[in-house]
Structure formats: structure tokens, C-alpha cells
T-cell receptor, first 109, second 117 residues
């Protein structure tokens, strides 16, 4: 089983739509969870950390289910600028981040 | 906003040559990292560095690789005797600290694109 597994994508959705990404992780000892976004040929940038109680940042909502080892990201009212690859990231050790393959999202006008 | 910087942005080298990739982490950060991303693949952890020594490394980080903090600001990755398969984007990252098993946010630099011919 892959350490971090994401929806394969790509997702193509119209502007204004709601889109959801899912991710599962294999290491039950993981304690830190993140969503990063990566634009083409650019560095990963933190979108949001994911907390056990779930958290929201504007149009973005992240959920964590430790029992199922499952993380989700919901984007509401999507904008053209949301087009990017979304990376599910989990800590794989004291200092190591483990990245998923990423899900490419394209928002269409 | 403070950011991680990396030089050069692009590096082309011949197979068998040595390259040094440079990074300036965010100034108050204590942990430094290197990751790589082969084109079309996921970001992979190489090494973490704290208090002037390697604290964790992956299987990828073999004797061909070394890291150093030569002064108070720079953090370098040296790749000896480069191979074709070393061609990738190399990202430096830094974080304030870690606390037990919790990972503080890692901030990534813009990367160095290495092409080995």
C-alpha cells in the first residue's frame, strides 16, 4: 500500500463549482497532516494544516478521520486561480514529510 | 514575508560531475530539508538536518549525497558523480522546529532544476 494515496484526477470543473479531494495514508502513527498546492514547475506551498476536529479557511475545508486514516479537502465556489495540483502530505517520521502523487485540478471559465 | 531562497534556479551538468545546490533557509528556522521531484512524479524526502548534523535521511540519500551548513545562513546539497537519473527538481525547505511527533509547517524554496546530460 502506498504511504499516501490520492484520487488520481485530473478534475476539470466549471468556475463556481464545489470540488472534493480525498486521501488515505498508511502510517497510523502519523500526527501531522497538510494540504499543499503546487503550480506547474513551482514549489509546494502550504494550503492548510489539517486538524482532528476539522478546519476551515475561507472557501477551503479540511477533514481528518484518524480511524479510517483518511483526509479530505473541499473547495467551495472554485475560482480560476484554484487550478493547480493538490498534494496530500503526512509526516512520515519526526521530520520527514511524505507526499501523495497529487491531484490535478483545472477550473474552467 | 520571509522565504526560502535557492540558487541556481537551473543547473545543467555532465554525467559524472559534481554539483552543489545552495539554499538560504528562513532565518529563525532550525530544521532544514532537501526533497526532490523527478518530472511527473511525487515529491520525495531526501534528508533533514538539525544542529549541524543529519537527523533523518531516506534510502535515496546514499553516499553520493552530502549536506552542509557552511555558515550561518547557507545550507547546501552536494551530489558527487552525477547520474542521468539525478535529473530532477531539488527543493530545499525549512521549519521552525518539531515537537515530539508533530511536524511544524515546512516552507519550500522555489527549487533548482538539475539536468544531467
Amino acid at each position: 500500500r502506498k504511504e499516501v494515496e490520492q484520487d488520481p484526477g485530473p478534475f476539470n470543473v466549471p468556475e463556481g463549482a464545489t470540488v472534493a479531494f480525498n486521501c488515505t495514508y498508511s502510517n497510523s502513527a502519523s500526527q501531522s497532516f497538510f494540504w499543499y498546492r503546487q503550480d506547474c514547475r513551482k514549489e509546494p506551498k502550504l494550503l492548510m494544516s489539517v486538524y482532528s476536529s476539522g478546519n476551515e479557511d475561507g472557501r477551503f475545508t479540511a477533514q481528518l478521520n484518524r480511524a479510517s486514516q483518511y483526509i479530505s479537502l473541499l473547495i467551495r465556489d472554485s475560482k480560476l486561480s484554484d487550478s493547480a495540483t493538490y498534494l496530500c502530505v503526512v509526516n512520515g517520521g519526526a521530520q520527514k514529510l511524505v507526499f501523495g502523487q497529487g491531484t490535478r485540478l483545472t477550473i474552467n471559465p | 514575508e520571509p522565504e526560502v531562497t535557492q540558487t541556481p534556479s537551473h543547473q545543467v551538468t555532465q554525467m559524472g560531475q559534481e554539483v552543489i545546490l545552495r539554499c538560504v533557509p528562513i532565518s529563525n528556522h532550525l530544521y532544514f530539508y532537501w526533497y526532490r521531484q523527478i518530472l511527473g512524479q511525487k515529491v520525495e524526502f531526501l534528508v533533514s538536518f538539525y544542529n549541524n548534523e543529519i537527523s533523518e535521511k531516506s534510502e535515496i540519500f546514499d553516499d553520493q549525497f552530502s549536506v552542509e551548513r557552511p555558515d550561518g545562513s547557507n545550507f547546501t546539497l552536494k551530489i558527487r558523480s552525477t547520474k542521468l537519473e539525478d535529473s530532477a527538481m531539488y527543493f530545499c525547505a525549512s521549519s521552525v522546529a518539531t515537537s515530539g511527533g508533530f511536524q511544524e509547517t515546512q516552507y519550500f524554496g522555489p527549487g533548482t532544476r538539475l539536468l544531467v546530460l
